[in-house]
């Protein structure tokens, strides 16, 4: 087999014969790849999509300090610093804090793992891409799902989430804060009083809006409330921050069924992260480098104020719509309040190809922007000013590569 392979790839002439074992039963029939023994390479970015983004210089150092066992005491203090770090960015006094070992739909998953069975009612605002995928979750897991589909670029208002309530009766009411397919914001004051005197727990992603725009977990009635590392956190993906109302642990405590998820089984979690005030027991290896990152991301905002990092946000999302503007383009979300300030969707302009521009933008400036996503696909280009990346300079550089990508990318003539 080995000689069949030799003679099959000649290039790979002296290498093959180091790999090829002369005492093993089986010899190898797969060679080290090429592409692997040369030294990795990677660009340098300005990413401003909607996610990930850079990294905080004070994140990417910790990414390098040395590895400790996920169940050493120093990694559990870690721990217990990233849950205050998490109620503190959430404003949250909920016990059932922690983070999931996964990007922010492992966090989505964990919610409706834990807190929808077979058979229950489950409405979902579907503006977007996030509902869509929290409808689709719902469905594997068997619950009875309602979703309010509406025109992407639009929002709820307390009077449809009431009229979908008194219709479905569901357990569960699912809102986007940040919706990042589209540029809306969400408004949330009053839905959870809304969704309790309808017996129904409201669960709200805020991936792209944590940090970026003002968001009162208690005071907003919130039931369960999730978001992620890689967006205004600048850590790199790969952990969510998610926490449980009271509410909330009770409809997992009074569950006739175990979630289907034994690592996203929140209860299993609980004690993983201590939220239980019994002893850790192993559950999984949880990544204890992205961790770190995560426990300094928080830091961050700690140390900057939640307050002084929403006017950031709002500062640099307005500059960057007056210069878009500017540009003679047009903003996707027309109500001015309803603006999400950490990602803004503006309207492809008419003749362009949305993809031409995104690439231009990369190819000349090094700029990362995206098209649409789900429902606003061909729809939109998405800018994104996430955390460290939402500043003046950063919208000069991106506004100067538009206004050099409609000057050069082909213009259909309508
Ligand atoms: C990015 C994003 C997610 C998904 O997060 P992943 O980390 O890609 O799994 C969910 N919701 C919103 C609003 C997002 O912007």
């Given amino acids: 087999m080995f000689r069949a392979l030799a003679k099959a790839s000649p290039a790979l002439g002296p290498l093959a014969a180091g790999w090829a074992p002369t005492m093993a039963s089986h010899q190898l029939h797969v060679g080290p790849p090429e592409a692997l023994l040369k030294p990795l390479s990677v660009p340098s970015r300005l990413l401003l999509g909607p996610g990930p983004s850079n990294l ?74 996030w509902g869509l995928r929290a409808a689709d979750i719902g469905k594997r897991i068997g619950a009875r799902v309602y979703p309010m589909t509406k025109e992407p670029g639009g929002h709820y208002t307390l009077q449809e989430v009431e009229e979908g309530l008194a219709q479905h009766k569901p357990v569960l009411l699912f809102l986007t804060h940040g919706e990042s397919s589209t540029g809306v914001l969400q408004p949330l004051d009053g839905y959870g009083e ?4 309808f017996q129904c727990l409201l669960l709200v992603d805020a991936v792209a809006s944590l940090g970026g725009a003002p968001i009162h977990m208690d005071q907003q009635g919130i039931d369960v409330l999730y978001s992620g590392s890689q967006k205004v956190l600048n850590s790199p993906p790969g952990t969510s921050l998610i926490s449980f109302s009271s509410r909330a642990e009770r409809k997992v ?50 140390e900057q104020g939640l307050e002084s990092s929403w006017q950031r946000h709002r500062e640099a999302s307005a500059y960057l719509h007056s210069r878009l503007q500017g540009l003679g383009l047009q903003l996707f979300v027309r109500d001015p309040a309803a603006r999400l300030p950490t990602i803004t969707a503006v309207a492809v302009p008419a003749g362009y190809d949305w993809r ?3 690439s231009y933008i990369m190819d000349h400036f090094g700029i990362e922007i995206a098209g649409g ?8 280009l998405r800018i994104g000013l996430l955390g460290c990346n939402a500043s003046r ?3 000069d550089r991106v506004a100067e590569a538009l206004k050099e990508a409609l000057q050069h990318c082909p213009r259909n003539k309508l």
């Fill in 393 to 395: 300079e950063n919208v």
């Fill in 56 to 129: 905080a210089p004070r994140v990417r150092e910790a990414s390098g300090l040395p590895l400790l066992g996920h169940m050493h005491k120093e990694t559990f203090q870690v721990m217990d610093e990233i849950k205050q770090g998490i109620q503190y960015a959430f404003q949250t006094r909920n016990p059932l804090t922690l983070a999931v070992s996964g990007s922010g739909h492992y966090a989505l998953e964990t919610a409706l793992f834990n807190l929808l069975e077979p058979g229950d009612s489950f409405l979902v605002g579907a503006n977007g891409i």
């Fill in 356 to 358: 031409d521009m995104v």
């Fill in 373 to 380: 996503l789900g429902p606003s696909v061909g729809k939109v």
């Fill in 194 to 197: 809304l969704c309790h005197r």
């Fill in 253 to 302: 405590c009074a569950r006739r069924t175990k979630p289907f998820s034994f690592s996203m089984d929140v209860r299993l979690l609980a004690n993983l992260w201590a939220c239980d005030r019994k002893p850790r027991m192993y559950h999984h290896t949880t990544p204890v480098v992205g961790l770190y990152s995560l426990r300094e991301s928080l830091a961050l905002l700690a």
